[in-house]
């Protein structure tokens, strides 16, 4: 695999690849997938869980994942953190994604003959604002936005709507009757492109570590001075329970690297300070919010 920059990757246009994404074809996995290997021929492989996303990729039926890890109204997906360290592979991109919910149904209904909506929680989450002003509607918790409108589509389930993106619209043949109906007008999610080992970058100016510390007063915050001293901008730090009983918990953290910054100088000045450290995955930051 080339190491040619394009479009935050490290991929030689034209090349032929396989992108494992949690969902049915037309989610906003996809979406994101085909913007960061827009220079790339992609066939999608749809998972219906986060476990299976990665798995494919470890067992060669794709060639990476791609996987939600926080959005702006709903926060971080714990989970997701949790699931790539203990997969062993690396995150070598991101991928930030402007989310904009549509109310999509068969066509000829009207808002008012819908009685059922489905989707994802936390699709219906982002909605509540306008979902809160219907009136005898009856919302159904799914496991993909885009397996709603597959679902309603195959079905032909008339007074039934979903909430999903633009694409499983057009992808089911549904009528979008009611477009951008999310509350947070700068919804976004920020995706992960998670790859093998094998396939992780030395290069780019993030970098995503995990580690714990000690039990005891002023343990995070002696991380936290020693990373100041050493002039880096931590631009996103979430804890995660450990599952040993003993409420000691996992750090995540996003590191923003200058040119000049070595990441070895910056493990072994951690290794003092913490336990259990593991660089995730070095990459390039995502400068854009791309459109949905």
């Known amino acids: 695999m080339s190491n040619v920059p394009g479009n935050g990757a490290f991929f030689l246009k034209g090349t032929d690849m396989k992108i494992a994404i949690q969902g049915e074809k037309g989610s906003f996995h996809e979406v994101a997938a085909r913007q960061y290997f827009s220079d790339n021929n992609i066939d999608i492989v749809p998972c219906t ?9 470890k067992d060669n039926m794709a060639d990476f994942a791609i996987i939600a890890i926080e959005n702006a109204r709903s926060g ?50 982002q909605c509540m604002a306008f979902l809160n002003h219907l009136h005898g509607v009856t919302l159904i918790e799914t ?48 995706f992960l492109i998670i ?12 970098v995503s570590i995990c580690f714990a510390t000690g039990h005891k007063p002023g343990s995070l915050a002696a991380v936290l001075v020693r990373l100041a001293e050493l002039e880096i901008n931590l631009s996103k730090i979430q804890s995660v329970p450990r599952l040993n009983g003993e409420w000691e918990y996992m750090f995540y953290v996003d590191l923003e690297l200058n040119d000049d910054h070595d990441i070895g100088l910056i493990e072994n000045v951690l290794a003092n300070y913490t336990s259990n450290l593991e660089v995730l995955g070095i990459f390039n930051k995502c400068e854009k919010l791309y459109e949905g």
Request: charged share 25%; net charge neutral.
């Open 143 to 190: 496991d993909d936005t885009a397996g709603s409108a597959k679902y309603i589509s195959e079905n032909k389930l008339e007074g039934v709507a979903a909430i999903a993106s633009t694409g499983a619209a057009e992808l089911y043949g549904l009528e979008i009757i009611a477009p951008g109906i999310e509350t947070y007008k700068k919804n976004y999610t920020r």
């Open 76 to 125: 971080s997906i714990l989970y997701n953190y949790t699931l790539i360290r203990e997969s062993g592979m690396k995150i070598i991109g991101e991928h930030n994604l402007r989310i904009k919910q549509n109310l999509m149904a068969l066509a000829g209904q009207s808002i008012e003959s819908i009685k059922e909506i489905r989707s994802h929680p936390i699709a219906l989450a």
């Open 49 to 57: 869980t986060f476990d299976l996303t990665l798995k494919v990729v």
């Open 195 to 206: 790859g093998k080992a094998e396939d992780a970058r030395s290069d780019g100016n993030k």
